[in-house]
């Protein structure tokens, strides 16, 4: 078992900038993918970005060039960077971690309770 910790939401006015951290009761060292996904107002959990264990990063569309997600391995700690934020990039941020496909699927997946994003002026 992990439990993970969001923090770092707020409101913030339109073209600004917010870090989310997501906090792991557990070393993140060689965890297979980590990644932050978004609920908005009456839309369906969608992935934002994701960071594999080798490093690779890979973004939504939406969100290319403005967000960038990272890791501190020393701090079990995963990050995301919003830059430009939009309207639209309100919601409820989640932190996700995934052991990979050799975990059995109980044991694979893990979520954070989210943290509010709200981009308003």
């Known amino acids: 078992q992990v439990q993970l910790v969001e923090s770092g939401g707020g409101l913030v006015q339109p073209g600004g900038s917010l870090r989310l951290s997501c906090a792991a009761s557990?070393?993140?060292?060689?965890?297979?993918?980590m990644g932050w996904y978004r609920q908005g107002p009456g839309k369906q959990r969608e992935l934002v970005a994701t960071i594999y264990s080798g490093g690779t990063t890979d973004y939504a569309d939406s969100v290319k060039g403005r967000f960038t997600i990272s890791r501190d391995y020393a701090k079990n700690t995963l990050y995301l960077q919003m830059h430009g934020l939009k309207p639209e990039n309100t919601a409820v941020y989640y932190c996700?971690?995934?052991?990979?496909?050799?975990?059995?699927?109980?044991?694979?997946?893990?979520w954070g309770q989210g943290t509010q994003v709200t981009v308003s002026s």
């Open positions: 557990r070393s993140i060292l060689g965890i297979y993918a």
């Open positions: 996700n971690l995934d052991y990979g496909p050799l975990r059995i699927e109980s044991l694979r997946r893990y």
